[in-house]
């Protein structure tokens, strides 16, 4: 299992590569609320500083809403909707989840 300190140092691993285009697959897991806040606001600061691309997968609706640009939604299905994050609509999150996952955003 990996802990909170080794996943922040997964992190800096990956930040001092410095790559063009930074993936990121649930960037935030096992981290506590302020890591996973510095964490995408780090990430925010280097894609629009230093005009690189991030791609992460969330499954967290509010801190996509709240800190992406994009968001392309994949359904179980194999559906896909692509949208300004701004524009997700708790009915697309209903349809994405299966639930009113909008409450608890």
Known sequence: MLCCECQRARL???LAQDPAIYL???PLLHL???HRSAVLRLFAEVA??????VIAVLHEP???LRWC????LLHGTGAAQVSGAH???PPMLAALFGC???ASA
């Open 12 to 14: 800096a691993q990956l």
């Open 24 to 26: 990121l697959d649930e």
């Open 32 to 34: 506590d609320v302020c």
């Open 48 to 53: 629009r500083q230093q005009r690189r691309t």
């Open 62 to 64: 509010a801190a996509a």
């Open 69 to 72: 640009d994009r968001a392309l």
């Open 87 to 89: 524009e997700v609509t």
């Open 100 to 102: 009113d996952a909008a």
